[in-house]
């Protein structure tokens, strides 16, 4: 009987170190993993409408890994992940002129999570649009006053 309730207690710390162990090496991957520079991004082709998450990788150890929007001479709009060589601006946006086909996309790079949305975009045309509605309010509540 004894031995029986010492062997349950041995089964419990066991599975009980396991699930420490296997937490603390969840943690470590996942900061491992930040330090090396993965990020997550969105990631489509233009052709779609469907956008995945995806996890990027930089291609050396040492060099940068970005979060890609080019908005493409032919209309598309195309995320995914980049590198150094796909992103000379760097952190920014700025037209990339392709001397090969004579054509030029515009493209936004970035280091963030997540950061090649259209959310951005969104919500500043929200601010927008409120302020523009800002005023013309003032004004007909201006002239109806006045």
Sequence with gaps: MLLKYFLNIYKNFI???????LLI?????EVISDRLGHITCYKNNGFDLGIEEVRC?????SSPTYCLKANVYDGRV??????????????ACSPINYEEDG???FVCCCQDDLCNSAMNNIKNNHLLL??????IISMITCQIIF
Excluded: E, H, Y
Excluded at 57 to 61: G, H, I, K, V, W
Excluded at 86 to 91: A, T
């Design 15 to 21: 599975k009980f170190i396991l699930i420490i162990f």
């Design 25 to 29: 090496n969840l943690f470590a991957q």
């Design 57 to 61: 990788s930089p291609s050396f150890p």
């Design 78 to 91: 195309v995320r995914d992940c980049a590198t150094s060589a796909q992103c000379p601006q760097g952190n």
């Design 103 to 105: 054509t030029t996309d």
């Design 130 to 135: 409120s302020c523009i509605l800002t005023i």
